[in-house]
């Protein structure tokens, strides 16, 4: 078994895993097209740092004290993608500029946009209530005032990764 395994997405590039089983003393791991590791006592976790950003999968073979080793056809595996670069939203069906309709309904979407966060007249929007992405997803505000407004969003991927607050969609 591992134990400590990164998420699926994740913006972290290195590991520290632990193995573990019943009766296992030993084990080899193999991290995406490299090489098998020399036989590692089970004390010692997988430490592996500088991760490349992408796809990444780890298998590993565990040994019995009997000097058994797990089949490498049935190895331990975990499968993560390591994602460092956050997304930008994008907006849709904004108003006019200038317009008399003291509401708004925005359209945010975006390549890797997982989740959101929006301030109308705050160029600061951390503050506001997260929200994840639905098929469609509108902001929706009404009984706006007259004057000059800017809506502001913020988005992020499922890595956790936000868009620069200082750099909003607007």
Known sequence: ???????YYTSINSINITVGGSEVVAYMYKIDSEAWSAEIDILNPILINNLSEGYHILKVIGKNGL???QEVVNAT???WVIDTVPPTAQLDN???????????????????????????????PRGSQEIL??????INIDNISAGMH?????ARDEAGNWQDWQNPTT
Not at 115 to 124: H, I, M, R, T, V
């Open 133 to 138: 992405v639905s098929n469609d997803d509108i």
């Open 67 to 69: 000097n058994q080793w």
């Open 77 to 79: 595996t975990v499968e």
């Open 150 to 154: 800017t809506l502001y969003i913020i």
């Open 1 to 7: 078994s591992l134990s400590n395994t990164p998420p």
């Open 94 to 124: 904004l108003p006019q500029n200038p317009t008399n309709n003291q509401s708004i309904a925005v359209m945010v979407y975006g390549v890797g946009v997982y989740a959101y966060k929006y301030s109308l007249d705050n160029p600061d």
